[in-house]
């Protein structure tokens, strides 16, 4: 079995320059995009704990700041549970992480981010 720790830094500019558009478009009032740019977060850093967690977190505190229950309910068992999956290496590859989708349920992942992933070296299977 093979375990996951930090996000290769090959991969690591991909996950900050997402979170950092979802900053942008979240202080801009662009909640929406915000929300796709965690989604896109998500699918690159989940594979490592600490990245994986700290994305739940954000999505967590996007719920709260967006007044959603059903974001906030459905953010904190993958909070407590989503790292821990990372790093046993045991996760739906693709899934974007929100409360809108079956957390343990795969999703085909778009080209971009396939080509993101390509062009760090890391294989998602």
């Known amino acids: 079995m093979k375990f996951y720790t930090s ?3 090959s991969l690591k ?10 900053r942008t478009e979240c202080s801009n009032g662009n909640f929406k995009s915000a929300w ?4 896109r977060a998500h699918i690159i850093g989940q594979k490592y704990p600490y990245a994986h967690t700290f994305v ?3 999505m967590l505190q996007f719920g709260i700041k967006i007044k959603s229950g059903k ?3 459905g953010q904190i068992p993958r909070l407590i549970f989503g790292g821990v999956k990372s790093f046993v290496g045991k996760i739906p590859v693709g899934n974007p992480g929100g409360a809108n989708v079956p957390p343990l349920k795969p999703f085909p992942i778009d080209k971009e981010l396939q080509d993101i992933f390509a062009k760090a ?4 299977v």
């Open 71 to 73: 974001e906030i309910i």
């Open 13 to 22: 500019p991909y996950y900050n320059t997402e979170l950092e558009k979802y």
């Open 121 to 124: 070296g890391i294989n998602l």
């Open 56 to 58: 739940h977190w954000k």
């Open 36 to 39: 796709n740019h965690l989604e």
């Open 7 to 9: 996000i290769p830094k």
